[in-house]
């Protein structure tokens, strides 16, 4: 029997026009299906794109999770909601249902999201993380507990708002499938990009995702009116970027940038480090991470940049200040 097949199936829109009345409650999303077919996954992604999630909450918990059990038009303080809510639940099949209808009654919005995947891939999956699936009895194979809660989910699969098939995905991809059906945000919005300026001197950057050395480019620090200067300022920042060897770094940097940051925001990637160093974290490598970071931002990412040793530059410049007198 394969009426359960498919990648991914929009099954109806989720309204209830009977009540004129529209009551102000979080955005909830319930997530639920077959055992072993990628909830905790999915759990996480919902955490990804800012859901306050909630994992095994027995149905009849909606409505107090919703502060709805008072006067209609309270609100709540949570703007975004995900429960996972599934056959680990004592009384699941008897209460999931009913507290469905009492949504529906109180004309609250949700939408239900049921997980799915094909009866062998269920079975490779229990098997290779050697868990018990919960409808399993004492003398049931894996195959018969899976049978039983596809028999039990077959009418709860029916009223999904959205269905989503796992047999064939990689957890990647089940993360994009969500995000397709569920994020406000544009993709390079769900990764935050931090940019900052290292001295190696002083220490390597061993936090970051990308480390780029730029001491191959001409040093300001050993030009006297540039030298007690940094990266921020005027002079120094037209000494670094209007170069021939800067120009042609830039060129390629950035069609680094514009190949591998798609593919890290695909990958699902929260947040990503850039490390720019130079010798001692003043001059170049400021610079170009300012124009990095304004780069990434034009781009759309959500960028901020920092300047790790900056301030010992600054300690530096005035040391010697003091000690020229001036």
């Known amino acids: 029997m394969d009426w359960w097949k498919g990648s991914i199936v929009a099954q109806k829109d989720k309204t209830n026009a009977t009540n004129s009345q529209t009551i102000s409650v979080p955005e909830l999303v319930i997530v639920t299906g077959m055992s ?34 008072g006067l209609p038009g309270q609100e709540c303080e949570r703007e975004k909601i995900a429960v996972v809510c599934d056959a680990r639940t004592r009384d699941f099949f008897t209460d999931f249902q009913s507290e469905l209808h009492k949504l529906d009654d109180q004309n609250i ?49 029916g009223i999904a708002t959205e269905v989503i098939n796992t047999t064939d995905m990689l957890p990647t991809e089940l993360r994009t499938a969500i995000k397709a059906l569920f994020a ?21 950057a061993d936090d970051a995702d990308i480390v780029m050395d730029v001491r191959f480019l001409p040093n300001p620090h050993y030009i006297p009116e540039l030298k007690y200067h940094t990266g921020l300022d005027k002079e120094v920042r037209d000494f670094v ?18 190949c591998v940051m798609p593919g890290y925001v695909k990958e ?7 490390a720019i160093g130079c010798t001692g974290g003043q001059h170049r490598s400021v610079a170009l991470s300012e124009e990095t ?34």
């Not at 970027?241 to 514009?258: G, I, Q, V």
């Not at 699902?268 to 850039?274: D, T, V, Y």
């Open 36 to 69: 072993g077919a990628g909830r905790t996954e999915a759990l996480h992604t919902f955490e990804d794109l800012g859901y306050y999630c909630i994992d095994n909450l027995p149905a009849r918990l909606f409505r107090k999770l919703l502060a709805l059990d």
């Open 109 to 157: 919005n949700y939408r239900l999201l049921f997980l799915d995947a094909d009866d062998p891939k269920l079975v490779a999956r229990y098997k290779s993380s050697r868990r018990r699936h919960p409808l399993c009895d004492e003398g049931m194979t894996i195959g018969q507990g899976i049978q039983k809660e596809r028999s039990l989910l077959s009418d709860l699969r």
């Open 184 to 204: 406000e945000e544009n993709d390079v919005d769900t990764m935050t990009v931090t940019v900052y300026s290292f001295g190696f001197k002083h220490r390597a």
């Open 241 to 258: 970027m209007y170069r021939s060897e800067t120009e042609n770094f830039l060129k390629a940097w950035h069609a680094l940038l514009d």
């Open 268 to 274: 699902g990637k929260q947040q990503f480090a850039i």
């Open 293 to 326: 970071g304004n780069y990434l931002k034009a781009r759309g990412y959500r960028v901020s940049i920092a300047h790790r040793d900056l301030h010992l530059a600054n300690t530096i410049t005035l040391e010697n200040t003091v000690d020229q007198g001036k």
